[in-house]
C-alpha cells in the first residue's frame, strides 16, 4: 500500500515537471496537489507521525491554492505553507538531540539563515505591494523551519531531513526571485520552474521517507 502511493506521487510529480510552465488548469493544479497529499496518505498508512501528515497536508493544500495563480489564493497558499513549516517545526523539535548544543555546533550555518533572511526581506519588501506583510511573515517562519532542522541528530535516515530543509528553502527563495525580483520577460523565468518543483518536491519526499 505504502509503496503504491509513493510511486503514485512520483508519478504526478513527474507529470507535473511535463505542465509546470504551462497555464492554470484544474488538470495542472490536481496533478500538483496529488503530488504532495499522496505522501501524506503514504506516512498515515505507514503508521507515520500525525505532525508529518499534518504538514504534508497542509502543503498540499498551498499547492492547490499557489497553483490558482491569483492574489487571493497565493495569500491563502502562503498561510497555508506557513502552517505546514510551523508543523514541520515542532515534528523535527520532538527528535531533536541538545537543541542549544546542535545549533551552537552549527553557528555558521545558523549565522547564514540569518543573513539570507536579512537580505531576502530587504529584496522582497521593496516589491512585493499588498503581499508584503504575508511575504515578510513567511521569511521568518521558513528559516526557523531551517534552524529546527539543525537541531536533528545527523545519522542515519534523520541525516537527510537537513538537505531537505535546505532544498525546501532554496526552492521557496527561486519563487520568491521569480514573482518579485525577475522582470517579465526576462530569459531565466524559462527556468525557474523547472528548478522550484524538483527542489520543492524532493524536499517533501525526504521528509516523508526520512521520519516515517
Not at 49 to 69: F, I, K, T
Not at 186 to 212: D, E, K
Amino acid at each position: 500500500m505504502t509503496q503504491t502511493l509513493f510511486l503514485g506521487a512520483a508519478a504526478c510529480a513527474l507529470a507535473y515537471l511535463a505542465l509546470t510552465a504551462r497555464p492554470a488548469s484544474l488538470t495542472r493544479s490536481a496533478v500538483k496537489t496529488a503530488s504532495v497529499a499522496l505522501l501524506a496518505l503514504m506516512v498515515l498508512a505507514a503508521g507515520g507521525p500525525v505532525l508529518l501528515v499534518l504538514s504534508l497536508a497542509l502543503c498540499a493544500l498551498g499547492d492547490w491554492l499557489l497553483s490558482r495563480e491569483t492574489e487571493a489564493t497565493f495569500m491563502a497558499g502562503v498561510g497555508a505553507f506557513a502552517a505546514g513549516h510551523l508543523a514541520y517545526v515542532a515534528l523535527f523539535l520532538t527528535h531533536a538531540a541538545s537543541e542549544t548544543a546542535r545549533l551552537a555546533a552549527e553557528w555558521p550555518l545558523v549565522a547564514g539563515l540569518a543573513v539570507l533572511g536579512l537580505v531576502m526581506a530587504s529584496l522582497l519588501g521593496p516589491r512585493a505591494g499588498d503581499l508584503k506583510g504575508p511575504v515578510l511573515a513567511y521569511i521568518p517562519i521558513i528559516l526557523g523551519m531551517g534552524l529546527a532542522a539543525l537541531t536533528l541528530p545527523q545519522s542515519g535516515m534523520l541525516a537527510w531531513v537537513l538537505p531537505a530543509a535546505a532544498a525546501f528553502i532554496a526552492s521557496d527563495m527561486i519563487l520568491a526571485t521569480e514573482k518579485f525580483l525577475l522582470p517579465p520577460g526576462h530569459p531565466a523565468l524559462r527556468l525557474t520552474p523547472y528548478l522550484v518543483w524538483p527542489l520543492y518536491w524532493g524536499a517533501q519526499m525526504g521528509f516523508a521517507l526520512a521520519l516515517t
